[in-house]
């Protein structure tokens, strides 16, 4: 039977999607900072730390091409008729 704890955090991975919005590189951080209290830069510092021993950067890759990309929400806006170019056609 696995814990409560662990349960979470398995949830948490399947929600967690790279950020379009919030990125420097691929999004990994600020995927992460959308789906936790915990703000990007300190993944990105996290990231950054384990650089040196060489682990950060296998870490930050095989999110990058793991994680899915978050979803574009469309929106529809009505358009106000004076943002409307109004050119005429000949």
Known sequence: ???PKRTSFIQFLNKVKRSRSDK????VCGGF???SDIPAWVYRALFIT?????VGALAYIALWICMPVEEISVTSEPVAEESVDTATVK
């Open 24 to 27: 420097k590189l691929g999004g």
């Open 1 to 3: 039977m696995e814990s």
């Open 50 to 54: 384990l650089l040196a021993t060489g």
């Open 33 to 35: 900072a959308a789906n």
